[in-house]
């Protein structure tokens, strides 16, 4: 049955503004194809916006002197907030991550001198008994053993010449780019200038985001047919409703992940617990193959002092991963968010393959919003379907 706005439009006056309309989408989405590679300040900085949105309409609730508090000082406010945090962390966390670094080059360099001679005459000793265990037909030797004519059966491999060969070649790898450090150092910091102005511009751009949501909101809904504004509403409201869970969601979890593996490494005393605990966190914002490529290093090093820390502390991430799947997704992230791991999976190498490592991180919040707008659409043509989705399993 036709609604009364649609019985007052006649037919081919209807059927010339759909045409418009669809233009005029036609046209945003030509733009944004031409200038893909400079959408991303733009992506970060209204990704920045969405996160922070549910903040500043608390703050503008708050009433000073009888009147709200305007948009733009409560974006200042948490802006503020954001660069005394950043500012603490350095003051308080950068010398630690440093102490950890400069422990890991001190450690290797004790290493490299430790390899005298004798040291490599056992480690080759050890090495071929480990390979004749396996059934490894390889013997392992030192200068000296194949200078005094010491027989060996099947491969031979001069253990002590192989390791002089590969420092010669660091050594003369390093004298050859000697030169380079003054280039290499230039690129460093006009690199981090140019990702400090960045930063900037991009919090700048997500600022005007923030301020003008609602008209820019507004703006994008009067490109949508009249008729079609219930439907249009519902399928935002669908969408921030699958956004908010992935995005907010997300965050969330990467910094309760990161806190529990710091938690673990300080009670089993790994080493280099910050630092660890400190990829942990950053690598869990892109979900399952970032946890498992930052439990790998800590598993590795906790094994270097033993199975039965490696073998713990491998318990401690597996009860830390399912503390996030059976109770934090659910209760953070929330049903409307949950999408199956085939399509986190498949968005996840798709927007590496396309975007690198930022295609990596937006894939599947672009997947949500995908996923939402598919889902809606499905409904809408089948409403009798109800809402069978494709959930994450439980």
Known sequence: MLQPHELEIPAEQRRKRLYILAGLWLTVAVILALFHSVLLPFASAALIAYLVHPLVTRITRVQVRGRNIPRWVGILLIYALFFLAVYLFFIAMVPQLYSELARISRDGVTFLNSLTPERVHVLADRAEDWLR?????VAIATSEDIRNGVPTSGLSLDLEKTIQDIAASLTALTREHMGDIVTVSRNIITSVLA?????????MVAAFFSIDAHAIVRYFTSLVPVEYGNDAQLLLERIDRSLSGVVRGQVTICLVNGALTFVGLLLFGVKFAFL????????????????????????????????????????????????????????I??????????????????????????GALFAVPVASLVVACFDYARIKAQPTLGEVKLEQPK
């Open 133 to 137: 265990a396996n059934g490894i037909p």
């Open 195 to 203: 990702g400090v102005f960045m930063m900037f511009f991009i919090l």
């Open 276 to 331: 660890l605990a400190t990829v942990a966190t950053v690598f869990s914002l892109i979900p399952i193959f970032g946890t498992i490529l930052s439990s790998v290093p800590i598993v590795l090093i906790a094994l270097a002092d033993g199975f039965q820390k490696g073998f713990a502390i491998l318990l401690w991430i597996i009860g830390i991963h399912a503390l996030e799947a059976y109770f934090l997704n659910p209760k």
């Open 333 to 358: 992230m929330g049903s409307a968010a949950r999408i199956h791991p085939v399509i986190v999976a498949f968005s996840l190498i798709a927007g590496e393959k396309m975007f690198g490592l930022v």
